[in-house]
């Protein structure tokens, strides 16, 4: 039997070691093991591989082992394309560098005061992390110097890319001496990553962590069919059911997570909202109470969420369905962490949701398994134990019961016999249940619309034609559109199919070059010559100032109010 690598066998320091214990970690996950000896060695590498595999670990103990401590100038830049990304990535290096006390790092990102950030830097840092926008910023006011940088770090570069930081990415690269090593980490390599690593790495190592290694394998994949407007109504069912002490659910759009938070407010669960229109310090001051376990429930976007890492989330709620498979293996890795099970539940509510549920068990090459809604027996019988257990905890403490005595007595002497009392006890806690669930019904047939029931028949109706059951053909070149209301302005650009541009690069384009939120950009309709896109109206006039200065995907683009 093969021994397993121990992280004392990959040629790190003993101070790190220490530190990785202090974590409780003794063995190397299959990225760390791959790219830590490699990076020591000052070789370029492209590592492929998603979050939740341990890969910031894998390319900062390395960093932290090769700067010089007796050197107070910036030796290592690790780029991430968002801010909580950034903190996240910034925070696993001062875990690290525990017992390595002269080396110092800093964070760099919009949102934050740019003069602590430059009293940092003054200070004296041996590793910066930052969003590229940023560290442009610090770059053109001379606060930051690359030329003593040896080492640079593109985390989650797809990422950067499909929020449009390519451009501020090569001149971030260009100011940085030839003489260097850079690294690329990636959850895809789509070709402008391949371009970017021909163009600026020498001969790097590729280390790649099969698909069957990132799919997590304690975690419980299922989905349930129900209608829109019962959405609500059966997770909050399924939070209650299971008891969940952190679960996060995922919206496609600010919106929605915003409506999501407050109905779950209303119903009495602590939910707090995570998205892009939150400052910095709502952001902090909201993850903080999440991690805390101040509130159970962390509604978020796809953006806002990412460098999210929490340990104990139980349950990750895809409310509405990722627009692509990528995002649902980052999305569901939130969860079953550090060999923990975790659940990822789906909600499905038409057919074009039943197709990319098809889609998504290829791409992660598992079964996805219908479950059926939580009848309202199972839910009444866990409320009636849970009932029970709380009695029985409330009778085992110690206290003078003379209030809660003299209460019974007083309701006797008026005529009321125990049993009565008992029963009258019992709806204050259980008939708001009974009256809420009995006026839901989740029953909801999509069996017509192109997904069996029977799992072993299934296989075969996955292969009909993707007309059939909305599949990517009939999507391509789309983005799902919110409905236009009076708070939306339509506006045109010159770019289309042609150009072959995707609603990721227009979103993330608008996204990175104007500060705009992604998730409060609306639909996108993509013509042969030309699109459409509709953004908020309070954004038009910077929206359009700041693109018509701009490119998407390397050409000049031209935006303006539709007028049709």
């Known amino acids: 039997m093969e021994q397993e690598l121990l992280f004392s066998d990959l040629g790190v320091s003993e101070e790190i070691l220490k530190a990785v214990e202090d ?63 950034a903190v996240q990535v910034e925070g696993e290096i001062v875990k690290l560098t525990k017992y390595k006390r002269k080396i110092s790092s800093t964070c760099l990102y919009g949102g934050d005061s740019i003069e602590r950030q430059i009293r940092d830097l003054k200070k004296g840092v041996q590793i910066v992390v930052g969003t590229p926008g940023r560290v442009m910023d610090h770059i053109d006011r001379r606060t930051l110097k690359l030329q003593g940088v040896g080492i640079i770090v593109l985390d989650e570069a797809d990422e950067m890319l499909d929020m449009g930081f390519r451009e501020d990415i090569e001149t971030i690269l260009k100011s940085m001496p030839e003489e260097r090593q850079t690294v690329f980490f990636s959850a895809t390599m789509p070709k402008p990553i391949l371009d970017l690593t021909r163009k ?73 909202a995570l998205h892009g229109d939150l400052s910095q310090a709502q952001r902090t001051k909201v993850m903080n109470k999440f991690r805390k376990g101040h509130c159970s429930v962390l509604v978020a976007t796809d953006v806002a969420a990412r460098g999210i890492d929490v340990e104990n989330v ?76 709380d009695v029985y905890r409330m009778l085992s403490i110690e206290e003078d019961n003379q209030v809660y005595e003299e209460t019974i007595g007083k309701m006797l002497t008026e005529g009321l016999s125990i049993e009565q009392l008992a029963i009258g006890l019992m709806k204050l806690q259980l008939a708001p249940a009974v009256k809420e669930l009995k006026e839901v019904d989740f029953n909801v047939d999509l069996s017509s619309r192109g997904r069996k029931e029977d799992r072993g028949g299934r296989r075969g109706g996955r292969e009909r034609d993707r007309g059939d059951r909305g599949g990517r053909s009939e999507r391509k070149g789309k983005r799902p559109r919110k409905d236009r209301d009076a708070h939306m302005e339509r506006l045109f650009l010159n770019l289309g199919k042609k150009d072959r541009i995707r609603p990721n690069d227009i979103v993330g384009a608008i996204a990175g070059e104007t500060g705009v939120p992604g998730g409060s950009i609306g639909g996108i309709d993509i013509f042969e010559n030309f699109s459409f896109v509709d953004v908020p109206k309070k954004d038009v006039n910077h929206v359009i100032k700041v693109m018509n200065t701009n490119t998407i995907k390397g050409k000049p683009v031209n935006f303006e109010i539709s007028k049709g």
Request: glycine share 6%; with cysteine; proline share 5%.
């Open 23 to 85: 974590l409780g970690y003794t063995h190397p996950s299959p990225i760390q093991a791959q790219t830590i000896p490699s990076l020591l060695e000052g070789q370029d590498l492209i590592g492929q591989a998603q979050t939740g595999t341990g890969k910031t670990a894998s390319f900062a103990i390395p960093i932290i082992d090769q700067v010089d401590e007796n050197s107070n100038h910036p030796q290592a830049l690790i780029l991430c394309p968002t801010r909580e990304l």
């Open 200 to 272: 600026y790495q020498t001969d790097p190592k590729i280390v790649k962590v099969l698909r069957k290694e990132l799919t997590v394998e304690n975690i419980s994949q299922v989905y349930y069919e129900v209608k829109s407007p019962l959405k609500m109504d059966l997770i909050t069912r399924l939070i209650n059911l299971n008891s969940y002490s952190l679960s996060l659910i995922f919206c496609n759009t600010k919106r929605v997570t915003d409506e999501v938070t407050e109905e779950l407010i209303a119903r009495g669960i602590q939910a707090e």
């Open 314 to 389: 139980e349950a990750v709620f895809n409310y509405d369905l990722p627009l692509d498979e990528e995002n649902y293996v980052h999305r569901i890795g939130r969860t079953g962490r550090a060999g923990k099970n975790g659940t990822a539940i789906n909600f499905v509510t038409g057919r074009r949701d039943l197709g990319k549920i098809n889609d998504l068990e290829r791409f992660i090459k598992t079964s996805i398994d219908k479950m059926a809604p939580p009848s309202v027996d199972e839910l009444l019988e866990m409320k009636k134990q849970q009932l029970i257990k």
